[in-house]
């Protein structure tokens, strides 16, 4: 079957702008994160969606960051007023049930560029 | 300050080489993965390692994780140009897994 995918591969934007990063997870998997990578450093932790539970947003830098997950499938990772510091690539990742010794599937990531 | 240091950050050897990469923490961690990215593509997760000391190989890798379950290596013999990439690991702790900032490898023909 297919695996993790994202769109849009890549998204310049001008500072100030809102952008939509979306992730479609594999079929069946219940369990969805984000993360984000910057240059030179490993992933940065986001938020977290488990089936229907409220998702764990602690990762989430700012009040200007935030996640929506419909119909437990497909993620929508929304960026508000960008800047130039939010340039990285964001990355998705599901699994089949959660994170405890689960195998998380990553899609191929969104490349972020605020100009 | 990173919680998971990797070193070396960068490392260029000639294929036929042996190398060795190591992800440190002063935390203690439940489990350890290590995971494979190469460039345009997300994070592939190699191995999981449970249990202090415990060690496992996949054809030329060995993961070892340790005794205290605070660090762990990754030694690959015999390298090859496929495996060049960003060798991440990331340690488990509580529901979150923390990653570290990656080994870049370079295998020249």
């Known amino acids: 079957g297919a695996g993790v995918s994202q769109s849009p591969s890549n998204k310049v934007t001008e500072k100030g702008k809102d952008v939509e990063l979306r992730c479609d997870p594999i079929?069946?998997?219940?369990?969805l994160y984000w993360y984000r990578q910057s240059l030179g450093q490993g992933l940065e932790f986001l938020i977290y969606?488990?089936?229907?539970?409220?998702?764990?947003k602690s990762g989430l830098p700012s009040d200007r960051f935030s996640a929506e997950r419909t119909g437990g499938s497909v993620s929508t990772l929304t960026i508000q007023r960008t800047q130039q510091e939010d340039s990285a690539v964001y990355l998705c990742?599901?699994?089949?049930?959660?994170?405890?010794?689960?195998?998380?599937?990553f899609g191929p990531g969104t490349r972020l560029t605020v100009l | 300050t990173q919680l998971l240091e990797q070193s070396p950050q960068f490392l260029s050897i000639q294929e036929g080489e042996n190398l060795t990469v190591y992800c440190n923490s002063s935390s203690v961690f439940s489990s350890l993965q290590w995971y494979r990215q190469e460039p345009g593509e997300g994070p592939v997760l190699l191995v999981t390692v449970v249990t202090g000391g415990e060690v496992k190989k996949l054809k030329r890798l060995t993961f070892q994780f340790g005794d205290a379950r605070k660090d762990s290596s990754l030694h690959i013999t015999a390298a090859q140009p496929g495996d060049t990439g960003l060798y991440l690991c990331a340690g488990r702790i509580d529901q979150n897994f923390v990653f570290g900032p990656g080994t870049r490898l370079s295998v020249l023909p």
């Open positions: 079929s069946g998997h219940t369990a």
């Open positions: 969606f488990q089936g229907n539970s409220a998702p764990d």
């Open positions: 990742a599901s699994s089949l049930v959660g994170p405890s010794t689960d195998t998380q599937y």
